[in-house]
């Protein structure tokens, strides 16, 4: 009987395997045998590119950002160098603002912009100022309503001041 690295005698176990699974494991126990027991075994490639596997970041960028446009991302938490990315904004037309954070992913050798920050003050509204309310318009907003035409609307919010 088998013994724990204390001396004591270990607990046996059964492990029962169906056949395919045993005929797998016995495949890989013949091809390795076969290798001759001096070789390294069998080596699996790694899952992830790029040694770490990493490749998802969050990082932070300024400015505005078009779509279809490269910005340099610099990645938070990460202080040795390299710690930016050119990343490549296919989704998000992003105004002029302060430092935002965002998510990034890369893929094959390129990195993309997943999610940005979005602030409140970047919202698409125009705000018209009178003596006795404030006014709020939104920019057109797309609804289709068929597959071959878009309806566009505009909502105004008013908000008065009492009398």
């Keep these: ?6 001396g004591k005698p270990a607990k046996s176990v059964a492990v029962t395997f169906t056949r395919p699974a045993a005929e797998r494991i016995a495949h890989v ?9 001096d070789t390294k075994g069998p080596t699996w490639n790694p899952r992830m590119e790029g040694g770490s596997g990493v490749v998802f970041h969050i990082g932070t960028f300024t400015g505005a950002w078009a779509i279809n446009s490269d910005k340099t991302v610099t990645f938070k938490y990460q202080t040795t160098t390299p710690n930016t990315a050119n990343v490549t904004n296919l989704f998000w037309p992003l105004p002029d603002g302060p430092q935002r ?24 509204t125009a705000a018209t100022i009178t003596t006795a309310s404030l006014q709020f318009k939104t ?4 609804a289709l309503a068929t597959s071959s035409t878009a309806v566009f609307s ?3 919010v008013t908000c008065s001041t009492a009398s």
């Design 1 to 6: 009987m088998a013994q724990k690295p204390d």
């Design 29 to 37: 126990v013949r091809t390795v045998e076969r290798s001759g027991r």
């Design 101 to 124: 954070d965002c998510s990034i992913a890369k893929e094959g050798t390129a990195w993309y912009l997943l999610v940005p920050q979005l602030y409140a003050a970047n919202a698409a």
């Design 139 to 142: 920019l057109p907003v797309v």
């Design 154 to 156: 505009v909502s105004v």
